[in-house]
């Protein structure tokens, strides 16, 4: 039986995709690309087995594991998760955020609350339909996030953000699984993301995506980290407490 795979459709992991493409596991795996709300819904509720999701959804998961030594991750500017406004970050009364990526949305809100100090409201907003006022401000993602933020009179890095703030990497997300996998599949499941990673110039060539070739290359090799090392996941785990302590402040009691 074939294990079904989650992967997103953005940028940043055209290497695991071109990876998983041309690595003889591609014949043990279905794979699906979609978004990262999408890939974290399906590995919920089980119609896939393994996927790469935003960081916040892993403690959500039933029987969750993290499976390889790859992610998502920036140790410093990572070009892709922004928040863009037309007013400086003193002045932003309310955040329309992107509701593709659990971490990102629940990242901004740490780092207004606790880093740059302010209460602005939160907004839902569909990117899909509706379009941007540059005036607003917004939590920019992936693809969306390179194309636009240019657009916008200021613009800030949350993992830059993010490592001013705690001195720690960040990981936006990680390859996870919600059932035990065998050593054996785990193996060639990294060994086919490696292969991808070393072959990032072949994976920009041979997979459509919207960028120009040096912006893509310059992008994936400087300002993405993919190495779940031990300081991504000490910070990993410090984003965990920090979201579930700004979780629970969302809670009103009754009769309070």
């Known amino acids: 039986m074939l294990v ?9 992991t055209l290497p695991f995709v071109y990876g998983l493409m041309n690595h003889p596991v591609s014949e043990k795996i279905e794979m699906k690309l979609t978004t990262p709300e ?14 790469i999701v935003p960081s916040a959804v892993i403690p959500q998961l039933k029987n969750g594991r993290i499976i390889t030594e790859f992610c998502i991750g920036a ?15 003193d002045k932003i009364d309310r955040i329309y955020l992107d509701s593709e990526s659990m971490t990102s949305v629940m990242l901004a809100r740490i780092l207004c609350r ?51 703030f705690k001195n720690m990497p960040f990981v936006f997300a990680c390859w996870a699984a919600n059932k035990k996998l065998s050593s054996s599949f785990k193996e ?38 993919y190495n779940l090392s031990p300081d991504k996941r000490a910070g990993l785990s410090e984003f965990w407490c920090l979201a579930l302590e700004e979780l629970k402040s969302k809670v009103r009691w009754f009769g309070s």
């Open 4 to 12: 079904r795979v989650s992967a997103i459709s953005y940028l940043n």
């Open 38 to 51: 999408e890939a974290a819904r399906s590995l919920i509720d089980g119609t896939s087995d393994v996927g």
């Open 75 to 89: 140790d410093n500017d990572v070009a892709s998760v922004l928040l863009c406004s037309g007013k400086p970050l």
């Open 114 to 164: 606790k880093h740059w100090k302010i209460e602005p409201e939160f907004a839902k907003f569909n990117f899909s339909e509706q379009e941007l006022d540059l005036s607003q401000s917004y939590v920019l993602i992936g693809d969306k996030a390179m194309l636009y933020a240019h657009k916008f009179n200021f613009s800030y890095d949350l993992a830059a953000e993010w490592i001013k």
């Open 188 to 225: 060639e499941f990294n060994d086919a993301l490696r292969f991808g990673l070393n072959n990032i110039d072949k994976a920009l060539t041979s997979i459509p995506h919207k960028f120009e070739y040096q912006t893509a290359y310059n992008y994936l090799t400087k300002n993405i980290s």
